[in-house]
């Protein structure tokens, strides 16, 4: 079982390009989340799905976009890539609310030059 | 507004010693603590959680422990291996709701 696979691992984008990291989910789980980890720093929570065609904000959704149109997809749009989005981006899933614990993915290390 | 803070960016433990890794909360509604673990190149994994009506939860060699009135929790894994090595991030919620993490620790066990 693959669990939470996110692509690609690694890009660099110019300032000012667009985007998508893509992630996916086989474990049938209602849940997916969006994070990123800056040096030094928690993971900040960027969006959030509860079950697909439903999606909420998170601490830091500027510059962001998502989308939810299955159970298994849930992926990150970044629209005129900036700077302050180099990060690491942790997709991540959950059968059910509560604190039984989120699977992740491996991440995708995103510079922005 | 940093609700959840760990103080020590990183610790060294000789192997088979005890590790403890503190964690201090603000958010006084968390009613849910988890303790997750991260290898570089990877994602975070759940390693132990522990509910606020609660001041300690077991499992093998790792145990958590909860002062709801100090704001703080701590895990402690015992003893130590080489395989503990990684980061160790601390996390609170409140009514199932999302999770808010911690700035990590990295723990290095020393052979």
């Known amino acids: 079982n693959a669990g939470v696979t996110q692509t690609p691992k690694f890009r660099i984008l110019k300032i000012g390009q667009s985007m998508t990291l893509q992630c996916t989910q086989d474990?049938?789980?209602?849940?997916m989340y969006w994070y990123r980890q800056d040096p030094g720093m928690g993971l900040k929570l960027i969006y959030y799905?509860?079950?697909?065609?439903?999606?909420d904000k998170g601490e830091v959704p500027n510059g962001y976009n998502v989308s939810r149109s299955t159970t298994e997809d849930f992926p990150l749009r970044l629209e005129l890539a900036a700077p302050s989005q180099t990060s690491v981006y942790f997709c991540?899933?959950?059968?059910?609310?509560?604190?039984?614990?989120?699977?992740f993915g491996s991440g995708t290390r995103l510079t922005v030059v | 507004d940093q609700q959840v803070k760990q103080n020590s960016p990183s610790l060294s433990v000789q192997e088979g010693r005890i590790s403890i890794l503190n964690c201090d909360y603000t958010?006084?509604?968390?009613?849910?603590f988890l303790w997750y673990k991260k290898y570089p190149a990877e994602g975070p994994t759940f390693l132990i959680s522990?509910?606020?009506?609660?001041d300690k939860n077991e499992d093998g060699r790792f145990t958590v422990f909860l002062n709801k009135s100090a704001k703080h929790l701590s895990l402690h894994i015992v003893p130590s291996q080489p395989g503990d090595s990684a980061v160790y991030f601390c996390?609170?919620?409140?009514?199932?709701?999302?999770?808010?993490f911690g700035t990590g620790t990295r723990l290095t066990i020393i052979p």
């Open positions: 799905s509860v079950g697909a065609g439903i999606t």
């Open positions: 996390a609170g919620t409140f009514g199932n709701e999302k999770l808010t």
């Open positions: 474990m049938n789980h209602n849940y």
């Open positions: 991540a899933s959950s059968y059910d609310r509560g604190p039984y614990g989120y699977t």
């Open positions: 958010n006084s509604m968390f009613d849910y």
């Open positions: 522990i509910s606020s009506i609660k």
